[in-house]
């Protein structure tokens, strides 16, 4: 019932910025949390940004001061503006959302993955 779709990864040159974006759709009734991971290969998947229940972004320590998360609540939509790309950010990126849908029930949700490369 619920659906998260990425848009925006890419294949850019180290120090260039991409904008990734995630619309939430279905039978939402509210989203908790909403944010992105990303998975390299051979690597488990971690967190990069997130806003958590308390409203304030969370970022991973590997991309503080390049990335940003910001989010259009009536749009249900999360963004990710990611600048100074380095080889290192290269991964699968994953949009993840704590739901509330109509009927009640919460589920974590995550998108199909974005594919973010960034060559040397």
């Known amino acids: 019932q619920v659906q998260l779709v990425e848009s925006g990864g890419g294949l850019v040159q180290a120090g260039g910025s991409l904008r990734l974006s995630c619309a939430a759709s279905g039978s939402i009734f509210s989203i908790n949390a909403m944010g992105w991971y990303r998975q390299a290969p051979g690597k488990q998947r971690e967190l990069v940004a997130a806003?958590?229940?308390?409203?304030?972004?969370n970022y991973a320590e590997s991309v503080k001061g390049r990335f940003t998360i910001s989010r259009d609540n009536a749009k249900n939509t999360v963004y990710l503006q990611m600048n100074s790309l380095k080889p290192e950010d290269t991964a699968v990126y994953y949009c993840?959302?704590?739901?509330?849908?109509?009927?009640?029930?919460?589920?974590?949700?995550w998108g199909q993955g974005t594919q973010v490369t960034v060559s040397s």
């Open positions: 993840n959302a704590d739901v509330v849908v109509t009927t009640g029930y919460k589920y974590k949700y």
């Open positions: 806003f958590t229940s308390g409203g304030r972004p």
